[in-house]
Structures are given as structure tokens and as C-alpha cells.
């Protein structure tokens, strides 16, 4: 039972980049999903959540309007589509599997080993 992560990168502020998270095990196949990032010196914090089953998206303040997260079922697989990236968007991008889409990390026990993106001014 595994979470991959991929898509992080060097990318200019203002660009975009895409992150994919892979779930392996029948397990996740109706969990939420979330993404977290954890920038240096700083706590891990929420970025966006889905709900499996009905699809229902959560952002952060901080990040909505500029990203999308998005599932393909099929796949078990949720996507983080990052536009107008900033320097302060910096940092290891993590994505978790849980019973309920949530901003509170504790609500995820299942974790991807995180990409890392950063973003030059």
C-alpha cells in the first residue's frame, strides 16, 4: 500500500507545474485525498483535499484560485495543477490518503513520500 508522488520541479515564478499522486492497494480506492506541503523551517500545511466519492474540492486560502486538485478514478490517481506559482510556494509537496477530505493532516494516516518544488523569483 503506497502513495508516489511526481511532477515536482524548478519552475520561474509565475509558471505552472502539475503534481500526480499514485495510490497503490484496493484499500485507497475510495479514500479522500489531500496534498500538504512543508516548506523549509516551517510546518507541514494543507493545500487542497477531495473527496473520493463525491468529488467535493477544499483549498487552502492561500492557494485557491491558482490551484486545482482533481482525481482520475480509474487510475486511483489525484492531480495538482499549480498556476501563477510564487516563491512562496516552495517547499516538499506531500499527498495523503484518508477516510475524509480534511485540512487537518492527523485525519490522514496514509502518506506519499513528498516532490519538491521550488520556484525562483
Known amino acids: 500500500v503506497q502513495l508516489q508522488a511526481s511532477g515536482g520541479g524548478l519552475v520561474q515564478a509565475g509558471g505552472s507545474l502539475r503534481l500526480s499522486c499514485a495510490a497503490s492497494?484496493?484499500?485507497?480506492?475510495?479514500?479522500?485525498k489531500g496534498w500538504f506541503r512543508q516548506a523549509p523551517g516551517k510546518e507541514r500545511e494543507f493545500v487542497a483535499a477531495i473527496g473520493w466519492s463525491s468529488g467535493s474540492t477544499y483549498y487552502a486560502d492561500s492557494v485557491k484560485g491558482r490551484f486545482t486538485i482533481s482525481r482520475a478514478n480509474a487510475k486511483n490517481t489525484v492531480n495538482l495543477q499549480m498556476n501563477s506559482l510564487k516563491p512562496e510556494d516552495t517547499a516538499v509537496y506531500y499527498c495523503a490518503a484518508g477516510p475524509r477530505a480534511t485540512w487537518e493532516a492527523t485525519e490522514y494516516p496514509y502518506w506519499g513520500q513528498g516532490t519538491l518544488v521550488t520556484v525562483s523569483s
Open positions: 492497494g484496493s484499500t485507497f480506492s475510495s479514500y479522500a
